[in-house]
């Protein structure tokens, strides 16, 4: 066979090695409604209210109908107290009802449950209760058997407490619980990321917004088509809030309106960049989301694509990883638990690099090479960039 025996490569199409791109349809809970849709609260957000009802009624002696609590971007909201109770003296428990908005979420109207009792030492200390899960594999970000309430959730609770009470000068112990938790949590992935016995206490925001619907989808398209007619340089497709913000500190040559928090909904981002002439794609995420557009997936909503610990093996592999680490992480319970492995290893930037060149090819090939594709891969708190690659860095890309 010589060279003119063979067709002809077409763009987007994959070469030997390239992951087939695919695009996955919204779920059917997701689809487009004929009204806006209502943001709601975390779980996180909630508890931090029941713990400050329950805190005011332990320190004043009488129960509250409504608190006011801090979300972390310092706005108060202010939430109804279902139910309070002293339960014996020194011990007090309130209920706040999770409101999720019009996001199809499981723990909608769960019973937020906060008992605050006095304790003999100084601080606070933060406990899980029935129906919280219990972490029992490493990889999320929280000690192996304890509670899984996640750090921003904590934050907001020590805060909510702490606004009232003193704790330096006597302490209390916290217990959050949801009555029927475990239940609600067979219809989630938490067993699978061996999480047992109820549901994570989440958020980052405090704020549950309808990412994983179409309107959220068409809230993203139109922030690229605003970016594209200001001719901006490029577009900075974040997964959330703090990528967000700190690929905002990463590329200060850019204007605010360059970034978009872009959710699960990449490959309709793209489309749209590319409609309006926007000549340059930054990538900013963490290793779930990142794993999942190096694999060619373009819509990363979790009911619709998985991380798959195949690609991530492959990465540790490239990156020179020993056939010792490349078989942990081809077994690792989680992207954060393959990162947390290559970091031991001293792989982290090597094999995270290799991560971005993948995102890259695959966001340029989704183009049909449209746009020049940056990738950045940034640690857990959203802040500090890991590694970044791209296929125009070599031509002066934007990151550093």
Not at 74 to 103: H, I, P, Y
Request: net charge neutral; charged share 20%.
């Amino acid at each position: 066979m010589t060279a003119d025996d063979i067709p002809p490569h077409r763009p987007g199409e994959p070469r030997p090695g390239e992951p087939d791109l695919r695009e996955p349809d919204l779920p059917r809970t997701a689809k487009a409604r004929p009204k806006a849709l209502r943001t709601g609260w975390t779980t996180g957000t909630c508890a931090s209210a029941a713990a400050r009802a329950a805190a005011l009624y332990l320190a004043t002696g009488e129960a509250q109908p409504w608190v006011e609590v801090a979300l972390p971007s310092g706005r108060r909201v202010t939430f109804a107290v279902e139910e309070s109770a002293e339960l014996r003296q020194g011990r007090t428990e309130s209920v706040v009802v999770k409101d999720a908005g019009d996001d199809p979420d499981v723990t909608h109207g769960s019973r937020l449950t906060a008992t605050v009792s006095w304790r003999g030492a100084p601080g606070l200390a933060l406990h899980g209760g029935v129906g919280v899960g219990v972490v029992t594999r490493p990889g999320l970000g929280l000690e192996v058997g304890g509670p899984a309430i996640n750090p921003v959730p904590r934050s907001m609770i020590n805060q909510a407490v702490g606004e009232v009470i003193d704790v330096d000068a006597r302490g209390v112990d916290v217990t959050i619980s949801v009555p029927d938790g475990e239940l609600r949590a067979r219809k989630t992935t938490n067993a699978k990321l061996g999480i047992l016995g109820g549901i994570s206490i989440l958020g980052t925001t405090g704020i549950v917004r309808p990412f994983s619907t179409a309107s959220w989808r068409a809230s993203v398209e139109q922030a690229v088509s605003v970016a594209a007619a200001q001719h901006v340089p490029a577009v900075v497709l974040c997964t959330g809030g703090r990528t967000e913000k700190g690929a905002m500190e990463l590329l200060p040559q850019l204007p605010g309106v360059s970034f978009v928090e872009v959710g699960d909904f990449t490959g309709a981002a793209l489309r749209r960049a590319v409609e309006g002439g926007v000549p340059h794609v930054v990538f900013v995420g963490m290793a779930g989301k990142l794993t999942k557009l190096a694999s060619g997936i373009l819509m990363t909503h979790y009911t619709r694509s998985k991380v798959d610990p195949g690609v991530l093996a492959d990465i540790t592999r490239t990156a020179g990883g020993p056939a010792a680490v490349t078989e942990q992480v081809a077994h690792a319970n989680t992207a954060r638990h393959a990162f947390e492995l290559w970091d031991s290893a001293g792989l982290l930037e090597a094999a995270g690099t290799e991560l971005c060149r993948r995102v890259a090819e695959v966001l340029a090939r989704f183009t049909e090479h449209a746009m020049t594709a940056e990738a950045a891969m940034v640690d857990f708190t959203g802040r500090t960039v890991i590694a970044s690659a791209g296929s125009s860095a070599v031509r002066g890309g934007l990151l550093p």
